[in-house]
């Protein structure tokens, strides 16, 4: 911009343009110059102060300083001007020319030019002008030339990097020239810069060893070794193999050896200093030594800190409350888990000092301190608290002989006469007449104590045991258990009658003094006294006590559930004293004999059962079971003769009773006795004729080999009972097993099934045999196989039509199509079934055992969801597990099956067998006698073999025998 105007004249010194009217006056880059200022001008050389320099205007190139600087520049100009043209000094603040002569002030005419008093008031505001908004301005232009600066500085390019760098070097130019003032020995002078980079800030780590290797240790060793010789393998450094050439690296060597050698050197010197320097002899174990060091606990941070935290809570209870004892002890426990005991020990005596009446603490400083140091501190806690039995008690114990224990304990009772925990310490230490020296004082010591009053009396002979119990009684009349003692006593000697009369007044006496005893109480006590050996004293209690508190309709009921309830707790004599007052007051009852029979067949002798059969069948003698009972139990002891006549007055308590005609016909048979067998039979038909004494005369016939007879029988049963279907079975079965297999025993056996299945349409196992007989058809020279599996399966499917959603009939037609071959029918069949009966657990059992090896698993969980409690599903998947050798589960499961259904004979018999191939003898042995036990008498197995003619007679373990081992050939047949 040009400063020159015509007819004005060269602008004065500082002069900026339009500063006068609020204009800002700048320098631009190219009024400055790329890379250098102008040097500062003449005028301003030659000294004169008035004039404003350049540097003062526009030294730095930012608008907003320059802006400034004009500013300042120009007030210092005004001010000087004024004091140049104002002869008179300085006008006085507030001052206006020409207000005195009424001359107005800031007119419109008047111009810059005008009067005097006008001089020098164009700028005489300038500071007062410069306010808080111009700051303001100046730093907003300020924060924009840096930001244009900062921009400019990062995108420029070389060029102007380097007019940057040239500017910047221009701002220490005259500190460079100075540099040539500088001497030699000041330039010496000048510190190095040090290396504050941020590697240096950073937290040096500490060094990480890591721990060598025994073999690395040893090579080492050697190698050290040999260099100490003069050898040539002295460890130089470390080598380093580099494409195949070796360099090795300086270095010093470094016994690494030495670290072991000292750590043994110090445990050396440890167990040195524990061993007796006089003998040489160590007095520890070395390694139980070690063993310990092993066991140290090193406590972690946190447990430091909870310990450190449970300080400082109790120093604050022991500060708060002194006389505290459990502070103080509390504080011990934890300095003695920490592994302070030393301290743990300290704190405790001081608690002791404290709180010198508290038991507790004196206690936990004895168990704290070793023995010796214990006894006196117990000492001296006796001394401070003579009444205390526990510190006496803690201190017996102290003690190592009996001699010792009971000065102690004497010492105790001097002090504390009545106490009776000292009294039984002291009775425990002495023989049986010093103990009963001390009782006779005790019970005057302390004549409220039961205890001492039964010791004593246990103690003395018969006659003073009387008195002393009588004794008792009167000191305390309200304790039943010096008058159950008494009883006792009496029964001990052999005096029945006395137990009765004892514990009838004992009842009496008790209610007399307003004694409160309930009758679960008197039923506790009556099993206690069981319990000692005194069954009549029990048998007594119960007799007195058993009725009080029970309502007449409610004892049959509660006297039930009370034997019941004693027999779960194996009180045997208590609940056969429970049945025989129930049976005293209710002889007719019928489940109450039942339950007396069971109690003596499972916890009595064979005398007490047969007592009690006896009177069951006196009482009851139109009921049959007591006396078949009764002759069976007579029968199993060997005494038939005095079963025979058992029966014989049971034909005359129940002349037409079946149950008893047969149980004398198979007392008959099973003797041996075929002949009187068959006459009671003939006998039978005749007086009490039933469908079974017809069945039971053909079975016999059949047994001794007279089938036509059986036959007959069979027939006359049949138009007598033409419903009863096992007649028509039998019949069957004689025609097609026993007789010869030709077509005419084939036609007679058909006309049996024909006729049954006519008058008993419903029976499942009828229609079954009648299919099978079709299928062997080819057996008896009458058609072809196939022939025979046709008509069997015409059969079944019409049993199906008249006996829906039976399983046995989908089973036995699913087996057919097996044995046939038609194993896809037969898969058909299953998942009919299955639809038709889903919850039947002998078609879900069916279907695991017949499966593929690889959908048994899938078929035994869904088998499971819908039959959880079926023994034969149990079963299956036993077998399942038992396949897969996973004998464990496999018990498991069999366990189960047998406890689910005890009467199922499959399930025992297939565990049988499991346990012969995979158990061992006592588990065999185990599963063998509780099948015996649990007498089973159903299963499709089970039946098979115990229902034939070879095998009626075996008992019930030849029968498992035979069933395990046809399962056992069936699973070899198998692998």
């Known amino acids: 911009m040009s400063s020159f105007r015509p007819g004005v004249g060269q602008a004065p010194k500082g002069y900026v343009p339009g500063l006068g009217r609020g204009a800002a006056g700048f320098v631009t880059r190219s009024d400055v110059g790329p890379a250098s200022r102008p040097a500062p001008s003449s005028d301003a050389a030659a000294g004169d102060a008035s004039a404003p320099s350049l540097d003062a205007v526009g030294g730095s190139g930012s608008r907003a300083?320059?802006?400034?600087?004009?500013?300042?520049?120009?007030?210092?100009?005004?001010?000087?001007?004024?004091?140049?043209?104002?002869?008179?000094?300085?006008?006085?603040?507030?001052?206006?020319?020409?207000?005195?002569?009424?001359?107005?002030?800031?007119?419109?005419?008047?111009?810059?030019?005008?009067?005097?008093?006008?001089?020098?008031?164009?700028?005489?505001?300038?500071?007062?002008?410069?306010?808080?908004?111009?700051?303001?301005?100046?730093?907003?232009?300020?924060?924009?030339?840096?930001?244009?600066?900062?921009?400019?500085?990062?995108?420029?390019?070389?060029?102007?990097?380097?007019?940057?760098?040239?500017?910047?070097?221009?701002?220490?130019?005259?500190?460079?020239?100075?540099?040539?003032?500088?001497?030699?020995?000041?330039?010496?002078?000048?510190?190095d810069v040090g290396d504050y980079s941020l590697r240096h800030k950073q937290k040096r780590r500490e060094d990480v060893f890591t721990p060598l290797t025994d073999s690395l240790l040893e090579s080492r060793s050697k190698v050290n070794s040999d260099a100490t010789a003069g050898g040539k393998n002295a460890m130089a450094g470390t080598t380093q193999v580099l494409d195949g050439t070796a360099t090795y690296t300086a270095g010093y060597r470094t016994n690494l050896?030495?670290?072991?050698?000292?750590?043994?050197?110090?445990?050396?010197?440890?167990?040195?200093?524990?061993?007796?320097?006089?003998?040489?002899?160590?007095?520890?174990?070395?390694?139980?030594?070690?063993?310990?060091?092993?066991?140290?606990?090193?406590?972690?941070?946190?447990?430091?800190?909870?310990?450190?935290?449970?300080?400082?809570?109790?120093?604050?209870?022991?500060?708060?409350?002194?006389?505290?004892?459990?502070?103080?002890?509390?504080?011990?426990?934890?300095?003695?888990?920490?592994?302070?005991?030393?301290?743990?020990?300290?704190?405790?005596?001081?608690?002791?000092?404290?709180?010198?009446?508290?038991?507790?603490?004196?206690?936990?400083?004895?168990?704290?301190?070793?023995?010796?140091?214990?006894?006196?501190?117990?000492?001296?806690?006796?001394?401070?608290?003579?009444?205390?039995?526990?510190?006496?008690?803690?201190?017996?114990?102290?003690?190592?002989?009996?001699?010792?224990?009971?000065?102690?304990?004497?010492?105790?009772?001097?002090?504390?006469?009545?106490?009776?925990?000292?009294?039984?310490?002291?009775?425990?230490?002495?023989?049986?007449?010093?103990a009963r020296i001390l009782l006779s004082v005790a019970v005057e010591k302390v004549p409220h104590s039961v205890e001492m009053w039964l010791a004593l009396a246990r103690l003395e002979s018969y006659e003073n045991a009387r008195k002393v119990l009588n004794q008792a009684r009167k000191q305390l009349p309200t304790e039943r258990a010096v008058w159950i003692a008494a009883a006792k006593l009496e029964e001990s000697q052999n005096h029945g009658d006395m137990v009765d009369r004892i514990v009838d007044k004992a009842v009496r006496s008790l209610d007399k003094h307003e004694a409160v005893v309930t009758r679960a109480q008197w039923l506790k006590e009556a099993e206690a006294a069981e319990a000692a050996g005194a069954p009549l004293t029990s048998a007594a209690i119960v007799k007195c006590t058993v009725g009080r508190g029970v309502d007449d309709e409610d004892r049959q009921r509660t006297w039930a559930d009370d034997a019941n309830a004693a027999l779960s707790r194996n009180a045997v004599a208590t609940a056969r004293a429970i049945l025989a007052h129930s049976l005293a007051a209710f002889p007719t009852k019928r489940g109450l004999w039942l339950q007396a029979v069971d109690l003596e067949r499972k916890h009595g002798t064979a005398s007490s059962l047969d007592?009690?059969?006896?009177?069951?069948?006196?009482?009851?003698?139109?009921?049959?079971?007591?006396?078949?009972?009764?002759?069976?139990?007579?029968?199993?002891?060997?005494?038939?003769?005095?079963?025979?006549?058992?029966?014989?007055?049971?034909?005359?308590?129940?002349?037409?009773?079946?149950?008893?005609?047969?149980?004398?016909?198979?007392?008959?048979?099973?003797?041996?006795?075929?002949?009187?067998?068959?006459?009671?039979?003939?006998?039978?038909?005749?007086?009490?004729?039933?469908?079974?004494?017809?069945?039971?005369?053909?079975?016999?016939?059949?047994?001794?080999?007279?089938?036509?007879?059986?036959?007959?029988?069979?027939?006359?049963?049949?138009?007598?009972?033409?419903?009863?279907?096992?007649?028509?079975?039998?019949?069957?079965?004689?025609?097609?097993?026993?007789?010869?297999?030709?077509?005419?025993?084939?036609?007679?056996?058909?006309k049996f099934y024909q006729r049954g299945l006519q008058n008993c349409p419903k029976s499942v196992v009828l229609w079954c045999l009648a299919s099978r007989l079709e299928e062997k058809v080819a057996d008896y020279g009458a058609g072809s196989a196939s022939a025979g599996v046709t008509k069997a399966r015409s059969l079944l499917e019409l049993a199906r039509l008249k006996n829906p959603k039976n399983a046995e009939l989908w089973v036995e037609a699913i087996r057919l199509e097996r044995r046939a071959g038609n194993d896809k029918l037969a898969v058909s069949l299953m998942a009919r079934a299955l639809q038709e009966c889903p919850s039947s657990g002998l078609l879900l059992a069916e279907n695991i055992s017949t499966s593929p090896r690889v959908e048994q698993k899938s078929k035994s969980a869904d088998a499971i969801k819908r039959c959880p409690d079926d023994p034969r599903v149990i079963t299956a998947v036993a077998d399942l597990f038992a396949g897969e050798r996973k004998h464990?589960?496999?018990?498991?499961?069999?366990?189960?099956?047998?406890?689910?259904?005890?009467?199922?004979?499959?399930?025992?018999?297939?565990?049988?067998?499991?346990?012969?191939?995979?158990?061992?003898?006592?588990a065999r042995e185990n599963v063998k006698q509780r099948c015996i036990a649990a007498e089973p008498k159903h299963g499709e197995l089970w039946c098979q073999v115990a229902k034939e003619m070879p095998n009626r007679r075996k008992t019930t373990a030849e029968h498992l025998e035979a069933v395990a081992h046809g399962i056992l050939e069936k699973m070899q047949q198998f692998n």
């Not at 300085?90 to 002030?105: D, F, H, K, L």
């Not at 708060?320 to 426990?333: D, L």
């Not at 401070?384 to 004497?410: C, G, W």
């Not at 499961?893 to 346990?915: C, H, T």
Request: proline share 4%; with cysteine.
């Open 65 to 191: 300083s320059e802006l400034r600087a004009a500013k300042l520049a120009m007030q210092k100009m005004q001010k000087a001007q004024q004091q140049v043209a104002t002869p008179f000094g300085q006008a006085p603040q507030g001052y206006v020319a020409g207000a005195g002569r009424g001359a107005s002030v800031g007119k419109a005419d008047d111009g810059p030019t005008g009067g005097e008093g006008m001089e020098g008031s164009l700028f005489s505001g300038a500071d007062q002008n410069f306010d808080d908004d111009d700051d303001e301005a100046d730093r907003i232009y300020d924060a924009i030339d840096e930001r244009m600066n900062s921009k400019r500085r990062k995108h420029n390019d070389d060029g102007a990097s380097a007019a940057t760098g040239s500017a910047i070097g221009d701002q220490f130019r005259e500190l460079k020239q100075k540099l040539a003032d500088v001497t030699e020995d000041q330039w010496a002078a000048i510190p």
């Open 257 to 434: 050896s030495g670290l072991a050698e000292a750590r043994s050197t110090v445990m050396t010197m440890s167990l040195d200093k524990m061993s007796d320097s006089v003998s040489g002899q160590t007095v520890i174990d070395p390694k139980g030594y070690l063993t310990s060091l092993s066991n140290t606990k090193i406590a972690s941070a946190a447990e430091v800190g909870d310990v450190n935290k449970a300080r400082l809570l109790l120093k604050s209870v022991r500060d708060t409350n002194p006389k505290h004892g459990p502070g103080w002890i509390a504080a011990a426990r934890v300095e003695e888990a920490a592994g302070k005991t030393v301290q743990a020990r300290k704190l405790i005596m001081e608690g002791c000092e404290t709180c010198p009446d508290s038991e507790d603490v004196w206690l936990e400083a004895a168990r704290l301190h070793p023995q010796d140091q214990a006894k006196t501190i117990l000492a001296a806690a006796a001394r401070r608290l003579p009444t205390s039995v526990k510190v006496f008690l803690r201190a017996a114990d102290l003690e190592a002989h009996d001699s010792s224990k009971k000065a102690v304990l004497r010492k105790a009772l001097e002090a504390n006469p009545t106490s009776v925990t000292l009294w039984k310490a002291a009775v425990d230490l002495e023989d049986a007449d010093d």
């Open 611 to 750: 007592e009690v059969l006896a009177a069951a069948s006196e009482r009851l003698p139109r009921t049959e079971i007591f006396w078949l009972v009764r002759a069976k139990e007579k029968w199993l002891a060997g005494d038939v003769d005095s079963s025979r006549n058992i029966l014989t007055e049971a034909f005359k308590a129940n002349p037409d009773s079946e149950p008893v005609w047969l149980a004398a016909v198979k007392l008959e048979w099973e003797t041996g006795e075929i002949e009187r067998a068959q006459k009671l039979l003939e006998r039978a038909r005749e007086r009490a004729p039933t469908a079974r004494i017809f069945m039971k005369s053909a079975l016999l016939e059949r047994e001794c080999g007279n089938f036509d007879g059986a036959l007959d029988l069979l027939e006359q049963g049949i138009l007598r009972y033409p419903t009863f279907a096992k007649m028509y079975m039998m019949g069957g079965q004689i025609c097609s097993e026993d007789l010869k297999k030709d077509r005419e025993s084939l036609d007679r056996a058909r």
């Open 888 to 922: 464990d589960k496999a018990r498991k499961w069999f366990e189960r099956a047998v406890i689910l259904d005890p009467d199922m004979g499959d399930s025992w018999a297939k565990f049988y067998a499991f346990e012969q191939d995979a158990g061992t003898k006592e």
